[in-house]
């Protein structure tokens, strides 16, 4: 099965391991995500105000891009754009006034209305092929491996785009269940890790990403799996620049949730990419006996 | 937090413009809190979110610009799925920062950070945060 596919700017520099353990571990599944021929930066973030139309222009032209392909369903792997193109195509389904507005603005487009869904991989993974066939799939089960799903703000909320339950979510976990390995629960799973405030303040990320980490090891967990770009550096930077161990902030691997699924199908350890992970998250593949 | 009422500093014109923006009824919000207690940068702020929606209901536009609270909202909208009210905070904190950045002043000036930490930083990061928190 082909699927369309929106990469996004961040998976095609700082974040190459997600978009190459994504791939190769859907190709496993049976699942070509197909790139779309020509896309453009989302905008990253959906815009708030009311008459702030422009910013919803980068987002509306992807989706358009998407249509041309013949297709009615784009997939993502960055949260970040999940929410965006996802919410920025609310806009053209649902406010008849905004959708008039931006369509003549865009004259060059055909006219759009809002036809195209945008997934995240996870919802494919769990209501296109199903936990059961990914069980199958696997040749290494992560046993042994306690983990918690962290999922950050973006394929949470708002409600209207939410990927699971808003306060309670738990495909994460039945993934990390599929694949064999012990999936923990904590309560800082839907907290934010402060996101973009690291271009600002990066002393405030450090104590968000250790009540995190903290939480996450009270739990019992040993590792966190992620979904988003941006949580996956904060957690990353702050854990190296926090002064260990006196801060007491504990040392936590974070990893994809496709490079764990990239394992557990016993994939050629290339496509996982784990020498851009954290120097700690190697060292505790290579614990685990992962990774040699 | 004690504030000063007056009709010399209410600012009615300010509440209508943040009404406007934000795309909230503002007098919705009944003050019980939740924002503030699941806000996940409420610990740094010096006013909190649900003072905030009181001081933009009282139109007290100086006392808000003079705090850092709008410049530390994270967005998470996690106060707006857990509002009781069916206000979205998130669009009226969106709302108090453009106020700032359609005046053409930046909060964070992209050409005073280190080039070390713009080359480390994701894009994701780069372009969120500009779109925030400059003009
Ligand atoms: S949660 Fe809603 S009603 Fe309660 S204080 Fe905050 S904005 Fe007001
Ligand atoms: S959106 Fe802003 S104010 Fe609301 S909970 Fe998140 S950081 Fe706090």
Known sequence: MDLAYYPGCTLKTRAKNFETSALAAMSALGINLVELPRWNCCGTVYSLAEDDLIHHVAAVRNLIRVKEQGKNKVVTLCAFCYNTLKRANLVMKDSPDKRYAINIFMDEEPDYYGEVETAHLLQVLRDDVGWEKIAGRVKHPLKDLKIVGYYGCTLLRPQSVAIDSVERPTILQDLLKALGGTAVDFPFATECCGAFQIVNNRDIITERTAAILGSAAKSGAEALAVSCPLCEYNLRQTQSSTKQPQSGVPVMPALYFTQLMALAFGLDLAVCGFEENSPETRAWLKNKGLIS | ?135
């Open chain 2, 1 to 135: 937090m004690r504030v000063e009422l007056s009709s010399k500093r209410l600012r009615s014109d300010f509440v209508k413009k943040i009404a406007e923006l934000s795309g909230q009824n503002l007098y919705l919000c009944y003050q019980c809190g939740k924002c503030s207690a699941g806000c996940p940068m409420g610990f740094a702020m010096d006013i909190l979110p649900n003072q905030i929606m009181r001081l933009v209901q009282l139109g007290l536009e100086e006392d808000i610009a003079n705090s850092k609270t709008v410049w530390l909202c994270a967005s998470c909208l996690t106060c707006t799925v857990r509002c009781p009210r069916g206000v979205d905070l998130s669009r009226v904190m969106e709302a108090l920062r453009l106020l700032t950045l359609r005046k053409n002043k930046n909060y964070v000036e992209p050409s005073k950070m280190p080039p070390e930490t713009v080359a480390d930083l994701p894009q994701i990061a780069l372009v969120s945060g500009f779109r925030k928190l400059t003009s």
